[in-house]
């Protein structure tokens, strides 16, 4: 089991990965001092783990349909029913949007109660569980509405992925790969667990020295500007962390365009997104000049075009990218049918990967 501190000035908590730590549940609990709890799980009951005090369990679903303020508010009325006090405790079981959900009605009932999270996903385990960001969807857009909330713990039990799909497993790979380009050293040799722990290691580093978002924070979003562009111009078609991995490839060859890094470094990109079994190309069906004002509407551009980019200080945010250099880069980006991309083998995925995978 590896134990990864995130050190705050007012909080700080560990995040636990391993094979089976959901059961550490019962004695985080003690240790805040909680004399009841309240479990809302997306995952069968049988996967929720005792607590150790009264506990009320309310089911709930996973995915962006849920991750809503109807879904807060009717949460915080099923806390007052069950008499959650500001010194008990609020447990998420489930994906990235139940962590989110959940953790959101944890910092607003009684302006912030505790909240533990018990990531069930690659993605929430490695990415949305950690740094307490929360927030919820309006028609208008997504994450449009939340708070910073940290947790008191997070307890990253592998075993939980153990029933993953395979696409689900990958898009949570599109953000370990990115970790190779903003400090992370190679962790395509390591085995599941130690993957987990390095991502979780380095955003927690990050948080630490940027909690709200005023700067350092931005390298977290390697890959995202095209990223998220992606997703849009698919219709979601591509899920985040696929996309996140074709914007990754593209990072390194705009950093190539703009003489921030060597051809050597530029192929490094392509070849790390590969052996993690993730799409490189843009998908075929999308027009490149279609992206562009996608990646202008993308919530880091400050004045032009802005990518956190490779260089020789490292991945840093730079602002005013000529839109003709990242319009040619588009244009020279690989293309492949979309249907191929969310098809791509697991060619060099470690072990413990492809066996939970097969699952
Ligand atoms: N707060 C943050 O800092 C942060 C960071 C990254 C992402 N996010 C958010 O995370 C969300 C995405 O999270 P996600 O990718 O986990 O999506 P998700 O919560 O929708 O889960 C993905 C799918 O996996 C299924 N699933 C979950 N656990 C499973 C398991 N153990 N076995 C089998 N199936 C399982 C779910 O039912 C769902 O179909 C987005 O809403 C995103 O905005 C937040
Ligand atoms: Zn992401």
């Given at each position: 089991m590896a134990s990864v501190p995130l050190r705050l000035r007012d909080h700080s908590y560990d995040v636990l990965i391993g094979?089976?730590?959901?059961?550490s549940l019962a004695e985080v609990v003690g240790r805040l001092g909680a004399a009841r709890a309240v479990v809302v799980s997306a995952r069968p009951a049988e996967w929720v783990p005792d607590t150790g005090v009264e506990t009320l369990l309310l089911p709930a679903r996973d995915g962006?349909?849920?991750?809503?303020l109807t879904t807060v508010e009717a949460l915080c009325r099923e806390f007052v029913r069950f008499g959650l006090t500001r010194s008990d405790v609020v447990v998420s079981c489930g994906g990235g949007t139940t962590t989110d959900v959940v953790g959101l009605a944890a910092a607003l009932y009684h302006r912030g109660v505790a909240v533990v999270h018990l990531p069930t996903t690659l993605l929430a385990q490695v990415d949305?569980?950690?740094?307490?960001k929360t927030a919820v969807n309006l028609p208008a857009g997504k994450n449009l509405v939340g708070a910073y909330w940290q947790p008191s713990a997070v307890l990253c039990?592998?075993?939980?992925?153990?029933?993953?799909p395979r696409r689900e497993m990958r898009n949570g790979y599109g953000e370990i790969a990115r970790c190779h380009f903003i400090?992370?050293?190679?962790?395509?040799?390591?085995p599941l667990a130690d993957q987990i722990a390095a991502s979780v290691a380095l955003k927690a580093r990050v948080v630490e020295a940027d909690e709200r978002d005023a700067?350092?924070?931005?390298?977290?979003?390697?890959?995202?500007t095209l990223g998220h562009a992606l997703e849009k111009a698919t219709g979601f078609a591509l899920r985040h962390g696929e996309a996140v991995a074709i914007g990754t490839v593209f990072a390194g060859r705009l950093a190539g365009a703009l003489g921030r890094v060597d051809r050597a470094r530029v192929t490094e990109h392509q070849d790390v997104v590969s052996s993690y079994g993730l799409p490189t190309a843009l998908p075929a069906e999308t027009e490149p000049a279609a992206l562009l004002p996608l990646m202008r509407h993308d919530k880091k551009a400050i004045g032009g075009l802005a990518f956190v980019l490779d260089g020789p200080q490292g991945a840093e945010l730079v602002d005013d990218v000529p839109h003709d250099v990242v319009a040619r880069v588009l244009d020279e980006m690989p293309r492949a049918p979309l249907a191929d991309l969310v098809d791509v083998v697991d060619v060099a995925a470690p072990a413990a990967t492809t066996a939970a995978a097969r699952s």
């Open positions: 094979p089976g730590v959901r059961t962006e349909q849920d991750k809503t949305a569980a950690v740094g307490g039990d592998t075993d939980y992925l153990s029933t993953l400090g992370a050293p190679d962790l395509r040799p390591l700067g350092l924070r931005h390298v977290l979003n390697y890959g995202h």
